[in-house]
């Protein structure tokens, strides 16, 4: 099945939403509050992936998890971790290495640390030091969370102009909610699986402990009922666009979502599927109920890279219908953003190849039985001439 694959920054662009993971850049300071384990890999791996790729240090710090179950998943993923590591690109230190290094957790210490562990990235000829650390540690008595809350405010007076960037991981199943509540408010930015937001209940460092707080916050969360509002607004935009080129095409046009979810399909889906636009909106994963299950890894893996900026055209995918048989689709991906370049989901144009394929195929055919047939004369003629 051919896919063409190419980076392209003619995306659609629309009004307001959130960024991708992979558009943070050194001097952000973003924490991941996750329930599943697959909600931290669609956060953290394309994260430590893209920091490789990009040729920055990279340190990630383990403590719930092993340093082989993070390497294991970055091989998962498609990317061997072994040359990164053999050249000090890629770390994976502990706890005790990074904030016990003294034997207690001391926040000053460990800004110090990543100050003069960015130095010496830079110094070594990478663009950046990237860092991700697993939390959990705080839970195990070594700390208190007024410490850990004051370790989170000095990292916003650290990361700003630096070439340093960080993902913090709260394991939201283990911490106390009122302690990540607190986190929430020390992140500038939220990572919700492979989305990421500007925290609405961020309080800048220098007012945080000051009686200025409540107003700092009470301004983040107007504004972010502004943007909520916007949102709405783009929503609905994007949907009219949507049923405008619905008229004027044979093609099924979807818009998915962020979160993988479809939020609008026009009325061709069930010319070609059977399944009318309301049964597909209805679908709680429509990849399981649509696409030939061969296909659906590949499917799922290009609708990511979508999501985060990749300009996919000509997949072909074997689809099901609603009555039990199988097709094929032409699909192109195109990500929508905002005038700020955040992520709205993605644009999906699919067009049914059927015909095409049998005809491929049936010709394919006729060339393997001329062959055949050559091949036959070519020994009967050998075997009479000898």
Same mark, same amino acid.
């Given at each position: 099945?051919?896919?063409?694959i190419s980076r392209d920054?003619?995306?659609?662009?629309?009004?307001?939403?959130?960024?991708?993971? %992979?558009?943070?850049?050194?001097?952000?300071?973003?924490?991941? =509050?996750?329930?599943?384990?697959?909600? @931290?890999? %669609?956060?953290?791996?394309?994260? $430590?992936? !893209?920091?490789?790729?990009?040729?920055?240090?990279?340190? *990630?710090?383990?403590?719930?998890? %092993?340093?082989?179950?993070?390497?294991? *998943?970055?091989?998962?993923?498609?990317?061997?971790?072994?040359?990164?590591?053999?050249?000090?690109?890629?770390?994976?230190?502990?706890?005790?290495?990074? #904030?016990? +290094?003294?034997?207690? @957790?001391?926040?000053?210490?460990?800004?110090?640390?990543?100050?003069?562990?960015?130095?010496?990235?830079?110094? !070594?000829?990478?663009?950046?030091?990237?860092?991700?650390?697993?939390?959990?540690?705080?839970?195990?008595?070594?700390?208190?969370?007024?410490?850990?809350?004051?370790?989170?405010?000095?990292?916003?007076?650290?990361?700003?102009?630096?070439?340093?960037?960080?993902?913090?991981? *709260?394991?939201?199943?283990?911490?106390?909610?009122?302690?990540?509540?607190?986190?929430?408010?020390?992140?500038?930015?939220?990572?919700?699986?492979?989305?990421?937001?500007?925290?609405?209940?961020?309080?800048?460092?220098?007012?945080? *402990?000051?009686?200025?707080?409540?107003?700092?916050?009470?301004?983040?969360?107007?504004?972010?009922?502004?943007? #909520?509002?916007?949102?709405?607004?783009?929503?609905?935009?994007?949907?009219?666009?949507?049923?405008?080129?619905?008229?004027? %095409?044979?093609?099924?046009?979807?818009? $998915?979502g962020t979160d993988g979810?479809? +939020?609008?399909?026009?009325?061709?889906?069930?010319? $070609?599927?059977?399944?009318?636009?309301?049964? =597909?909106?209805?679908?709680?994963?429509?990849?399981?109920?649509?696409?030939?299950?061969?296909?659906?890894?590949?499917?799922?893996?290009?609708?990511?890279?979508? !999501?985060?900026?990749?300009?996919?055209?000509?997949?072909?995918?074997?689809?099901?219908?609603?009555?039990?048989?199988?097709?094929?689709?032409?699909?192109?991906?195109?990500?929508?953003?905002?005038?700020?370049?955040?992520?709205?989901? =993605?644009?999906?144009?699919?067009?049914? $190849?059927?015909?095409?394929? +049998?005809?491929?195929?049936?010709?394919? !055919? =006729?060339?393997?039985?001329?062959?055949?047939?050559? +091949?036959?004369?070519?020994?009967?003629?050998?075997?009479?001439?000898?």
């Open positions: 099945m051919p896919v063409t920054p003619s995306v659609t662009v629309l009004a307001h939403g959130p960024r991708t993971i %992979t558009d943070i850049r050194a001097g952000d300071h973003v924490c991941c =509050v996750y329930e599943t384990e697959a909600e @931290f890999r %669609t956060t953290v791996m394309p994260y $430590i992936r !893209q920091g490789l790729e990009h040729g920055e240090k990279v340190v *990630y710090i383990v403590d719930a998890r %092993t340093g082989e179950t993070i390497l294991g *998943y970055l091989r998962d993923d498609g990317l061997e971790p072994e040359p990164f590591l053999a050249r000090g690109q890629l770390s994976i230190l502990s706890r005790d290495d990074t #904030y016990l +290094r003294g034997g207690v @957790f001391d926040p000053a210490a460990m800004i110090a640390l990543l100050r003069a562990e960015t130095d010496l990235a830079l110094d !070594q000829g990478y663009g950046a030091l990237r860092v991700t650390g697993e939390m959990t540690w705080a839970l195990r008595g070594l700390t208190n969370a007024a410490d850990l809350i004051r370790y989170e405010v000095l990292l916003n007076e650290f990361f700003p102009g630096s070439r340093c960037l960080a993902i913090c991981q *709260y394991d939201r199943r283990r911490f106390d909610p009122g302690l990540l509540l607190e986190v929430l408010r020390t992140h500038p930015y939220v990572a919700v699986g492979p989305v990421v937001c500007a925290s609405p209940y961020f309080v800048p460092p220098t007012s945080f *402990y000051g009686p200025e707080r409540p107003a700092a916050e009470l301004a983040g969360w107007m504004r972010c009922l502004a943007e #909520y509002r916007q949102d709405e607004d783009t929503a609905l935009g994007l949907a009219e666009e949507l049923r405008a080129i619905a008229d004027y %095409t044979v093609d099924w046009e979807t818009w $998915i979810k479809i +939020r609008w399909v026009n009325p061709a889906i069930e010319r $070609i599927t059977g399944y009318s636009a309301a049964d =597909v909106l209805a679908m709680p994963d429509f990849i399981q109920v649509l696409i030939v299950a061969e296909d659906r890894d590949v499917f799922a893996a290009l609708l990511l890279a979508a !999501q985060q900026g990749t300009r996919v055209n000509n997949h072909e995918v074997r689809c099901w219908r609603k009555d039990g048989s199988a097709f094929w689709l032409g699909v192109s991906w195109q990500s929508i953003r905002d005038l700020r370049g955040r992520s709205l989901g =993605v644009r999906c144009s699919a067009r049914d $190849i059927t015909s095409r394929k +049998r005809a491929e195929a049936a010709l394919e !055919q =006729v060339r393997a039985e001329l062959g055949e047939a050559q +091949r036959i004369a070519h020994v009967g003629s050998w075997r009479w001439s000898g």
